[in-house]
């Protein structure tokens, strides 16, 4: 039934001598919809580039569908949405429609323009995001959560099988937002999609979520503490996250 | 037209096609990346193996294209080692030029010939130097076209392009080695002193306008092309250097186009 597609196998990783991963054991299976949370520097975007090949862990070891990390060719089927803000330039002339069909160079090799087929995809990746309509403009000419459609909309046209999102809805006023999980909850109950959320937001992402994975340099074991969720200790919050555990639980 | 009888005056039209091309194709990547001052960094090396030629009697764009991929090459492996990239530049840029006025010096100044690799001359274009720009353009518009993908998409997004499986660091280098090929095409026609403003202004006017990616590239060589052969026939005609001429065409364009869009955007 469970059918593991990444294992992390005791991975640390430092910057120099800053520890940021420590002894991470965990595993996502196909089919799950994670939500990976901790406070700001708790190496939640770290471990996502470990699992990604951006980084090398110092220690430990990284199993991707059943494969070594080092054997594994298959990236296509890993589709990674990062953090808009870091990674994009809002002049940068390029359409919609280009930044979508990067999602199919993965499967066009060196030197092959892109087929029929993949034209195809990128078509229908746009209606599914609903943005085919502005598959011509440029793409900072288009709202945050436009654009952030279509940094996803380039991770599905290279057909994944997980998809990775770092913080997805910063930026994305609270409407688009609802719209947003309703989105993710379709890809992953009606696409078969196994979804990883990154986010420190956690009253947002539990209630979406089928299992938690608390991080702070190393997985907790025993789920996130209340503690662990609340640096500040607030009463009120305290309540809050206890809501939140019990409507995760209870999905699980 | 006079001008299209005088064999040195076809040469040079030939050579500015290639120059024209090459250097506006590889500038749409290097303006986009923020890699705008590597031409002019890359230049630099190249006046270094021009002495070199000219002072062992080795041809000149032989050592001066080895000297040029050799710098682009260290660039890379700077930025690699986690220096920054315009700190990498700084150091080559200088590297290169200080080889070249010491060559300089030790031969005591040189003959007329380095003026011309400096400022670019419609005369001095030679049948051998067309065969060496011609073979030179071909690849860097070659290479262009076969990596059309993977260089728009480590221009655009880095990280993502590095996440799909891209060979990031082959990549990377092959930008910087058609850079510093760009740099010897154009040494000839424009001269090393003034190559990275043809590199760059081309883009910088298209993407005034431009909305996609294909539409910049396609302009920017539009853009190129009238720069140079618009200079070439100012140099014949006036008898002045053609790289001065070329590059003040460039940017004359880029004036007039900025003028209109302004113009455009406030009535429409």
Not at chain 2, 157 to 179: C, H, W
Request: proline share 2%.
């Amino acid at each position: 039934m469970h059918e593991p597609i990444v294992e992390f196998q005791n991975v640390s990783f430092s910057y120099g001598s800053r520890v940021a991963l420590q002894h991470v054991n965990a595993v996502i299976n196909k089919g799950d919809y994670i939500g990976l949370i901790g406070p700001n520097g708790a190496g939640k975007t770290t471990l996502i580039r470990v699992l990604l090949g951006l980084l090398k862990p110092s220690s430990g070891n990284v199993r991707l569908y059943g494969k070594n990390i080092k054997e594994f060719k298959d990236w296509h089927k890993i589709g990674y949405v990062q953090q808009k803000a870091t990674t994009f330039d809002a002049t940068f002339p390029v359409t919609v429609e280009e930044v979508v069909a990067m999602g199919r160079f993965a499967f066009a090799g060196v030197g092959r323009p892109l087929d029929h087929h993949d034209r195809h995809r990128i078509g229908d990746v746009l209606k599914m995001v609903g943005l085919d309509k502005v598959a011509d403009r440029r793409v900072g000419e288009l709202s945050g959560g436009q654009q952030q459609k279509v940094f996803i909309a380039r991770a599905l046209a290279s057909d994944p099988d997980l998809l990775i999102l770092d913080e997805p809805t910063t930026g994305v006023d609270v409407r688009s937002q609802h719209e947003f999980y309703h989105f993710l909850h379709d890809l992953n109950v009606h696409h078969r999609l196994t979804l990883v959320l990154i986010s420190h937001d956690t009253d947002v992402v539990s209630t979406h979520v089928s299992r938690l994975l608390c991080i702070n340099k190393t997985i907790m074991d025993h789920g996130c503490s209340i503690e662990f969720l609340l640096p500040s200790h607030k009463h009120n919050d305290v309540k809050k996250n206890e809501q939140i555990f019990k409507r995760v639980r209870h999905k699980h | 037209m006079d001008f299209f009888q005088y064999a040195f005056m076809q040469r040079a039209l030939i050579a500015g096609l290639f120059v024209a091309l090459s250097c506006s194709l590889i500038g749409v990547f290097l303006v986009l990346r923020r890699l705008s001052l590597i031409g002019d960094g890359l230049a630099h090396i190249a006046f270094g193996g021009l002495a070199l030629g000219l002072f062992t009697g080795l041809p000149p764009m032989i050592t001066a294209l080895g000297t040029t991929v050799l710098g682009a090459l260290c660039i890379q492996w700077l930025k690699q080692k986690k220096v920054a990239a315009d700190a990498a530049i700084a150091v080559i840029f200088s590297m290169g030029l200080a080889l070249g006025v010491v060559l300089v010096s030790l031969a005591r100044g040189f003959n007329i010939d380095l003026f011309s690799f400096l400022f670019g001359s419609i005369l001095a274009v030679s049948e051998a130097d067309l065969f060496t720009v011609g073979v030179l353009g071909v690849v860097v518009v070659a290479a262009v076209i076969i990596f059309y993908k993977e260089l728009l998409y480590i221009t655009f997004d880095e990280e993502a392009a590095k996440a799909s499986g891209l060979p990031i660091g082959f990549l990377n280098a092959l930008l910087m080695v058609l850079t510093a090929i760009t740099v010897i095409v154009a040494m000839r026609v424009v001269g090393v002193l003034l190559v990275s403003s043809l590199i760059v202004l081309p883009t910088i006017t298209v993407r005034l306008f431009s909305r996609s990616f294909k539409q910049t590239l396609v302009y920017s060589a539009l853009f190129g092309l009238l720069s140079v052969f618009l200079g070439l026939f100012a140099a014949f005609y006036l008898d002045i250097a053609a790289g001065g001429a070329i590059v003040l065409v460039a940017g004359a364009l880029f004036l007039l186009v900025s003028l209109l869009h302004k113009l455009l955007n406030r009535n429409g």
